[in-house]
């Protein structure tokens, strides 16, 4: 399912997508990908030492997940993001 989302976002950055998390028992119930937004957001912070999720900073100054997102991967990977959620 994540790949024809990617896919109508036009997102294939593989590194963004290597870091998405799904929630699988409330994807399961809703019968949808759904973010695991806490393990997603973790994963960020593992990937790019510059994110620091726990602090919500990145390159020193506050940011959301998805502000970074935006930043650091663009308008289309955040808008997938939304999507997720």
Known sequence: MLPIIAK?????????LRCLKLDGMISAALDKPVLDII???NKFSVN???YDAKNCTYKGS???MGDYIKQK?????????????
């Open 73 to 85: 991967f663009g308008e289309q990977e955040y808008n997938m993001l939304k999507e997720l959620i």
């Open 62 to 64: 506050e940011c959301s």
């Open 39 to 41: 393990a997603t957001d």
């Open 8 to 16: 109508k976002h036009g997102v294939t950055n593989r590194d963004f």
């Open 48 to 50: 790019d030492p510059e």
